[in-house]
């Protein structure tokens, strides 16, 4: 019954084009959810990953492996190296001109990812910041590596206590982005945020996987036995000349990278590993549950449940 509503809903009925976006905290599932779907509704996948975008980092960003990628076409896995600059505006242009093209075929399509500014940057669109000239980045970055994260939070407080409230204070790369543009603008980071945005040409409908807290750290600490099991020593062996890329400040590499310079045992960086990926998940949670239009469902939902609410969904949204 399920499988000839939501082919009506597909074929027939729906008027207009809709983005189905699967959010959620890492090892969640999101991966099996998104091909399900894609099978489902006939459609392609679009990654909002913001680390899986890069080939030479498989194992370690938990990447669809092959027999995944030829279960449904994916796009933005492994198209881009760690040598090339690819941002989050280049990628909202990128994934809106592929959304585009895919809904020449299809009404719908699949998003998936747990990178929050990624997944806000196409279903939103992203706010519009000055050009920056690049010495203030050189400047912070001089005063992060001598000093570390501290005196740069303290001078956001300085500038911007509104951002400093609001943004995830333990990463290097928000902290630093907001301080660029007080600094290179003089005006708080805060001011450019949340203004008038370029429309868009279809409907998202949010769909969130989650689980009580400690079910979510336990499939985390597995995930990461299972990675090592896999070679992620090796793939961090590897990378380690290029450490100093930004795309390479990730979790899962960094912490190995501590243990080549010999500042960790290798059983500590993986356990560092695993808890900074729970506290990543808790970031996530913390982002997307600031969004009001996310359907949330438990994990261990079937597939079929999941389906049946899109169905509906865009059933009475055609309706109304």
């Given at each position: 019954m399920v499988q000839n509503i939501a082919l009506n809903v597909a074929a027939n009925y729906i008027m207009t084009n809709?983005?189905?976006s699967i959010v959620g905290p890492t090892a969640i599932g999101k991966t099996n959810l998104s091909i399900a779907l894609a099978q489902h509704f006939h459609t392609e996948i679009i990654s909002a990953d913001s680390r899986?975008?890069?080939?030479?980092?498989?194992?370690?960003t938990a990447a669809p492996n092959q027999?995944?990628?030829?279960?449904?076409?994916?796009?933005?896995?492994?198209?881009?190296?760690?040598?090339?600059?690819?941002?989050?505006g280049a990628f909202e242009k990128d994934a809106?001109?592929?959304?585009?093209?895919?809904f020449k075929k299809n009404r719908l399509a699949i998003m998936v990812g747990g990178s929050g500014l990624y997944v806000d940057a196409v279903t939103k669109g992203l706010d519009d910041f000055p050009e920056i000239d690049p010495s203030v980045r050189n400047n912070l970055n001089i005063i992060l590596d001598k000093d570390g994260l501290e005196p740069l939070k303290k001078q956001l407080k300085e500038l911007d206590i509104n951002t400093?409230?609001?943004?995830?204070?333990?990463?290097?790369?928000?902290v630093m982005r907001a301080l660029e543009v007080c600094i290179g603008s003089g005006k708080p980071y805060s001011s450019f945020i949340n203004k008038k945005k370029d429309s868009r040409n279809f409907k998202t409908l949010s769909?969130?996987?989650?689980?009580?807290?400690?079910?979510?750290?336990?499939?985390?600490?597995?995930?990461?036995?299972?990675?090592?099991d896999m070679g992620l020593l090796e793939e961090a062996k590897r990378l380690y000349p290029n450490k100093e890329l930004n795309s390479l400040n990730t979790v899962g590499y960094k912490e190995l990278f501590k243990y080549f310079?010999?500042?960790?045992?290798?059983?500590?960086?993986?356990?560092?590993?695993?808890?900074?990926?729970?506290?990543f998940a808790k970031r996530q949670l913390t982002?997307?549950?600031?969004?009001?239009?996310?359907?949330?469902?438990?994990?261990?939902?079937?597939?079929?449940?999941?389906?049946?609410?899109?169905?509906?969904?865009?059933?009475?949204d055609e309706a109304s």
């Open positions: 809709y983005l189905i899986q975008f890069f080939k030479e980092m498989q194992i370690g027999e995944e990628l030829q279960a449904a076409p994916h796009h933005f896995i492994h198209h881009k190296s760690i040598f090339e600059d690819y941002n989050v809106l001109n592929t959304l585009e093209n895919l400093y409230k609001t943004i995830a204070l333990e990463n290097p790369h928000r769909i969130g996987l989650t689980a009580e807290r400690e079910v979510i750290y336990q499939r985390i600490n597995e995930r990461v036995d299972l990675m090592v310079e010999g500042e960790w045992t290798l059983d500590f960086a993986i356990s560092e590993i695993k808890k900074n990926s729970r506290r982002w997307f549950k600031k969004t009001d239009d996310i359907s949330w469902f438990d994990y261990k939902t079937h597939v079929a449940e999941i389906i049946n609410a899109i169905t509906e969904k865009i059933e009475r």
